[in-house]
DNA sequence: TGGCGGCATAAGCTGGGTTTATGAGCAACG
DNA sequence: CGTTGCTCATAAACCCAGCTTATGCCGCCA
């Protein structure tokens, strides 16, 4: 109703959160697609009947199409239903890993298994690690700190952590490793910029010699793109976070080096397209860390079993 | 506080929607990431500024964690802020998508463009699709509906479509088509089945002579699968949804047999593990169809250029 | 023909999120 | 050195979404 709602377009009303049913909905629509009844579902999630029944239909008020077919003998999700389940799916996926991760970034003294992990792993990574350890060990408290490859190896070495991931080219003094996984840095310009439809491989010094927009100098992402060009990178800009340089390059403001990890969305969706590159070592190991001769044991070793393929 | 809440692990209380902050707080948090401001993301969401900082603590309190550095002249992220950021960011998007998706689903009389499409695109690749067309076409309005390969031919036929998107072997008489996208279908089972172990590809034979988890007969996935095997396939179960058989090879009742589009998130997450195949052909192409003669044109023809790579 | 499981409706309560109104800290500027 | 303008915090009043309890109708099955 205020004056900031008129900015989008005519179909579009108000924000997200007025037109998309709150998790609680989502949820109870996932159980009721489950257990093939309203009831059933209400039971699930600890709420009456009515409840659940009036909370289905007013999203299928909000969003202008009937969800589930009610019989005198259960509910069955009608075919729009089946596909809006789905789509509320991913909803509650993201925020599952949400969840996972916030608890862990909750201080606690009780934790079981300290992590320390650098920001991208943390960003991408951990909160799919830590839902697959939930899941076969429930009862395992787990805390996570953030912060780069220095500050993981502190955290490790005055035993403020059990375990801990890096994303560096080289292992931290003290540390033992095993890699985990790989990821490589790509090039990616906004699609309409000469270079996306370049069809000839990027050589490193016109790398080199192009302003990019990058990480801050200090970044694992940085760090391995001077080591890679020989310390020469011009930047256009310099960013403090990943998600700004993504932004920046979905923007049009020019070529943005990023962790492969990072941009998988955009990617597939065209709002990046990846420029190739020639003769530059931009591949780097994503490693799990502890202290010297301290094997992971317990929690630790199941989540470092977890994240190895 | 009700009797369902125990059932879960010692750390949890109360549901997802309990312990995770409402679409409205998330978007809220985004925009104070992007503005530095609390009253600055106030102003764009079209509510107030003591609105919103009650919001952000409240959060805060829910989650027990700092998310924001107030200052006399503005709000930073914390650290833990800026991750917490990062995996809400995740939330919003898929809210995009389901937004989108939902939209389209409403019958409009409206709408410029109609959209008719298999089901496994409708859920895995069109809201992505959607956003894209949104972001450049804000205006169009979509409707989506989604059906086999037959009801999408038909409603083509019937001028009660602009535009098709299919999954089988085969295009359907009347239509022209344009490849898009490449699809296999892929063996599947839960890690800890046997076959996660096997070093050697899985023979055609075998895997007729197996019994696996199913998409029903007439579906687009066992319509390939029964042509690649020569109508062999032994159902352990038939399901009438990939989701379902998903849930049922993760459980471990057995292999299944799946587009990868829909396993990607479950074999990232070592949920599922894929076996090998040889000598069957799997692969299936995902095609754009439309009226023969009738090349697409206006919306239908941005959406086309879109979806291909 | 009860009994059971499924869903809908109605009335009343509660709490979270909102608004308006106000105050206080810090910076820049004449 | 006060004024203006930005920031955020607090307090009180309000409103509505979603909850519960209570009830009724429908269909299936023993």
Redesign the interface.
């Known amino acids: ?5 008129e900015q ?4 579009v009303s108000g ?3 007025h ?2 049913p ?3 909905a989502l ?1 109870l629509l996932l159980a009721v697609a489950r257990l093939g009844s309203l009831g059933g579902a209400a ?5 009456t009947q009515p409840a659940a029944s009036s909370r289905i239909r007013s999203m299928e008020r909000q ?3 009937a969800l589930v077919d009610r019989s005198p003998r259960g509910s069955r999700l009608t ?2 239903g ?18 996972v ?3 862990a ?2 201080v606690r003294r009780d934790s079981r298994l300290r992590v320390a992990a650098s ?1 991208t792993i ?2 991408y990574l951990l ?3 830590l ?2 350890l ?2 076969q060990r ?2 395992t ?1 787990v805390s996570l700190h ?2 780069n490859s220095t500050v993981v190896a502190e955290r490790l070495l005055s035993d403020e952590a059990d375990l801990g991931f890096v994303e560096g080219l080289s292992v931290p003094a003290g540390l033992d490793s095993a890699v985990i996984a790989h990821d490589r840095l790509i090039v990616v310009i906004a699609p309409g910029h000469a270079w996306a439809r370049r069809r000839r491989s990027l050589a490193a010094d016109e790398l080199a010699s192009t302003p990019l927009i990058l990480r801050e100098k200090g970044s694992g992402t940085r760090q391995v793109l001077d080591a890679a060009l020989g310390g020469l990178a011009r930047p256009l800009i310099e960013l403090s ?3 700004a340089v993504k932004a920046a390059a979905v923007s049009g403001a020019g070529p943005a080096v990023l962790s492969e990890l990072a941009v998988g ?1 955009e990617l ?4 990046l397209v990846s420029v190739p590159v020639d003769g530059v070592a931009l591949a780097r190991d994503l490693r799990a860390v502890w202290p010297t001769g301290h094997r992971p044991t317990g929690p630790a070793r199941d989540l470092l079993s ?1 994240t190895r393929g």
Chains 1, 2 share one sequence.
Request: aromatic share 4%; proline share 4%; no cysteine.
């Open positions: 109703m205020s004056n900031a709602d989008a377009g005519p179909t924000s997200l959160a037109r998309v709150d998790l609680g949820e039971r699930e999630l600890g709420i969003l202008g199409v075919d729009a089946a596909l809006v389940t789905d789509w509320a799916r991913r909803i509650v996926e993201a925020a599952e890993a949400f969840d991760g916030a608890q970034l909750r920001m943390a960003e909160p799919g690690w839902l697959a939930r899941a429930p009862d408290a953030a912060g976070s990943t998600t969305e597939a969706m065209r709002r977890l």
